[in-house]
């Protein structure tokens, strides 16, 4: 049985797509969260082994949307070890 571990980064909206796609190139990532500066999820994104760029590209999309209207953000990544 596999284990998960949470990891949080506060980051700003210009930033935001970036480190996301970072992280999904990093490839051990279950599920990315996006929450606001008040804690409150905004966006989840759950990833799995074999996710390729035609699956993910619509989600990016909706990433780079709320990059523009947030300020500051907090991911939440958690990562399958």
């Known amino acids: 049985m596999t284990e998960n571990r ?7 909206g210009e930033e935001l797509l970036g480190k996301i796609k970072q992280l ?3 490839g ?4 990315i ?3 606001n500066k008040d804690g ?6 759950p990833l799995t082994i074999g996710v390729v ?9 909706a990433v ?3 990059a ?4 500051e953000c907090t991911v939440v990544v958690e990562r399958e070890v």
Request: no cysteine; hydrophobic share 50%; net charge positive.
């Open 40 to 45: 409150k999820s905004i966006v989840e994104l």
């Open 53 to 61: 760029g035609a699956v993910i590209a619509p989600a990016l999309a």
């Open 64 to 66: 780079g949307a709320i």
């Open 68 to 71: 523009a209207l947030v300020t």
């Open 28 to 31: 051990n990532i279950r599920r």
């Open 33 to 35: 969260t996006i929450k």
């Open 6 to 12: 949470q990891e949080e980064f506060k980051i700003n």
């Open 24 to 26: 999904i190139n990093e």
